[in-house]
């Protein structure tokens, strides 16, 4: 269980992953919470993947936002289990990133 | 306030050690003396870090002690660091230069023999003080204890210049659901002494 939190709070950050209500609450972006992005989403705009680093991937929606990118339902356990890997367009193409399931 | 009451409320002081060159170090310090440093702090998290400004008052509790009494004034820089992880727990990632605090500490500072031109000495005690990193709207209330050392040189007959190094490590009780938090700073400063008397 401990393990768990540490993980928790070591992979997600204002950037990208914590919980939201609205912008304030993270470095850039907000999703609000919704049935896509349960306990809301932080995260930050972009125009391709290179603009969300290593772990996550640039899709289409609001403008283009990252997104954890996944490739079970598993690697997504660390958002709650709200979340699955869902595949979403991304910019002309496919992706699969975390979001609700 | 008596030597020996001032004494007795501080809870440490430092390890004893080889003994001072009791003469020199009474007439070099003083009976009293007042001293300003600036330096800088690391903190991180919940603990502030960034320039800092200290004031002494020195008060000779024995031939090697003195109560060393400061105020330390902590300005960090950075914007918002906390936020709320999946299992909506606030957290909070500040740097090392973030944040700003302000403490008043109750220290003994004890000298040891003179190596050449400069005198070291060690220090111990606790301290009291307010934590704020304002675009969390994070505070709460500090109580570290504090260990560090450092070196005295006299340039002048009642005037020394000082460089020193601190390590405070300790607990915070923070508000927006933080509680309880551990505090671990390291500072360096280095300034001014001035004799009293």
């Known amino acids: 269980m ?13 950037r990208l992953g914590a919980r939201c209500d609205v912008t304030a609450d993270c470095a850039q972006k907000c ?32 403008g283009g936002v990252c997104a954890f990118a996944c490739v079970a339902a598993g ?23 975390c979001r609700g399931g | ?67 060393d009494g400061t105020a330390t004034f902590t300005y960090g820089g950075g914007g918002a660091a906390c936020f709320r992880d999946r299992m909506n727990t606030f957290v909070c990632e500040h740097g090392i230069a973030d944040g700003r605090g302000v403490e008043i500490a109750a220290t003994v500072r004890r000298f040891f023999a003179a190596q050449g031109d400069f005198r070291p000495f060690a220090r111990a005690g606790i301290g009291v003080g307010i934590v704020n990193f304002g ?15 450092g070196v005295r040189a006299s340039v002048a007959e009642s005037i020394a210049i000082v460089a020193q190094a601190d390590v405070a490590i300790g607990f915070g009780v923070l508000n927006k659901t933080l509680g309880l938090e551990p505090q671990l700073g390291l500072a360096v400063t280095a300034g001014a002494e001035f004799r009293l008397q």
């Not at chain 1, 995260?43 to 609001?62: F, K, Y």
């Not at chain 1, 958002?79 to 869902?86: D, E, K």
């Open chain 2, 1 to 67: 306030m008596s030597r020996r009451v001032i004494a007795l409320l501080l809870v440490a002081s430092p390890a004893a050690a080889e003994p001072a060159d009791t003469g020199t170090v009474a007439a070099d310090v003083g009976d009293q003396a007042i001293g300003a440093d600036i330096g800088a702090s690391a903190g991180g998290r919940v603990t502030p870090g960034g320039a800092r400004v200290q004031g002494h008052y020195l008060y000779q509790l024995s031939d090697q002690d003195w109560f």
């Open chain 1, 75 to 97: 690697d997504c356990t660390f958002l709650g289990s709200a979340y699955t890997c869902a595949q979403v367009d991304s910019h002309g193409g496919q992706a699969m990133v």
């Open chain 2, 135 to 149: 675009d969390d709207s994070v505070s709460g209330l500090a109580i570290p204890l504090h260990l560090g050392g």
């Open chain 1, 2 to 14: 401990l393990a768990l939190i540490g993980c928790q709070s070591d992979d997600v950050s204002r």
């Open chain 1, 31 to 62: 999703l609000t919470p919704s049935g896509d992005w349960p306990g809301g989403f932080c995260t930050t705009a972009c125009t391709s993947d290179s603009d969300c680093g290593d772990s996550a991937r640039c899709i289409d929606e609001d």
